[in-house]
């Protein structure tokens, strides 16, 4: 049994295979605007266990849009001054299908040397590597502060 299809039948087909779209409609975003937005908020300080470094969730790309696909940090340092600053670790963001995200992020170096002074950046990106700029930078001793709060610096060289 052979079956006809009613013009109408087929326009309607046509139309929405003709009307239906997916993704974002208008005109691509150039990629400056959707990295991540620079983090301001880098604090470091000595602990028992190391250096604690503490920052913000960017919530924003640089155009200014929501945020939904943050996939990690990279955490950079410098160990002398003047020095250039290296890729410690990688911090991945694994709490993108949660209701509540994570607002502050925590790291602890524990690979510092007593009575040194270490500087930090962090360096956020999203999951297809859309890359920040480096945040502000946070300098912390690497000497826990003792029960007067003070903390040993190292002499100047």
């Known amino acids: 049994m052979t079956g006809t299809?009613?013009?109408?039948?087929?326009?309607?087909?046509?139309?929405?295979?003709?009307?239906?779209?997916?993704?974002?409609?208008?005109?691509?975003?150039?990629?400056?605007d959707v990295l991540?937005?620079?983090?301001t908020t880098l604090e470091a300080k000595p602990?028992?266990?190391?250096?604690?470094?503490?920052?913000?969730r960017p919530r924003l790309y640089t155009g200014g849009d929501?945020?939904?696909?943050?996939?990690?940090?990279?955490?950079?340092?410098?160990?002398?001054?003047?020095?250039?600053f290296e890729t410690v670790s990688t911090v991945d963001v694994t709490d993108l299908e949660r209701f509540q995200q994570t607002k502050q992020f925590h790291w602890v170096d524990k690979a510092v040397e007593h009575e040194r002074t270490y500087r930090y950046r962090v360096v956020s990106f999203t999951l297809d590597r859309y890359v920040s700029?480096?945040?502000n930078i946070a300098v912390s001793p690497s000497t826990p502060p003792d029960a007067n709060g003070r903390t040993t610096e190292p002499a100047p060289e």
């Open 47 to 56: 602990t028992a266990d190391g250096i604690e470094l503490t920052w913000g």
């Open 66 to 84: 929501r945020m939904r696909d943050l996939g990690g940090f990279w955490i950079q340092r410098a160990d002398e001054p003047g020095a250039a």
């Open 36 to 39: 991540p937005e620079t983090i």
């Open 5 to 32: 299809h009613s013009p109408a039948l087929i326009l309607l087909i046509v139309g929405l295979c003709l009307t239906t779209g997916c993704g974002r409609k208008g005109a691509p975003r150039p990629a400056e």
């Open 133 to 135: 700029a480096p945040s």
